[in-house]
Nanobody
Framework: EVQLVESGGGLVQPGGSLRLSCAAS????????MSWVRQAPGKGLEWVSQ????????RYADSVKGRFTISRDNAKRTMYLQMNNLKPEDTAVYYC????????WGQGTQVTVSS
């Protein structure tokens, strides 16, 4: 069974940092590109960042470019999202998913940026 489990969310002040993790099981993690997607309160899904299967190619939404860094450790079957200089508009539930025609999703982790 494919399972993705996000962790690392929480409450942080503007300008602060968080690192999200996405632990994968039930499939060959190193074969799949992975992405982070978020959903702010009352809004639709927003793609945040993507990384290829080997970790050598990354992409970012303009809204997070220069502040967020995606990475992965295939040996640990885990993907990360380092989030720096957080802003209130980054408040959302963050999901990780596999890239492909039938993506698998985690349950999400809440990130709240507020003073």
């Amino acid at each position: 069974e494919v399972q993705l489990v996000e962790s690392g969310g929480g409450l942080v002040q503007p300008g602060g940092s968080l690192r999200l993790s996405c632990a994968a099981s039930g499939f060959t993690f190193s074969d799949y590109g992975m992405s982070w997607v978020r959903q702010a309160p009352g809004k639709g899904l927003e793609w945040v960042s993507q990384i290829n299967s080997g970790g050598g190619s990354t992409r970012y939404a303009d809204s997070v470019k220069g502040r967020f860094t995606i990475s992965r450790d295939n040996a640990k079957r885990t993907m990360y999202l380092q989030m720096n200089n957080l802003k209130p508009e980054d408040t959302a539930v963050y999901y990780c998913n596999t890239v492909g025609p039938s993506p698998s999703w985690g349950q999400g982790t809440q990130v709240t940026v507020s003073s």
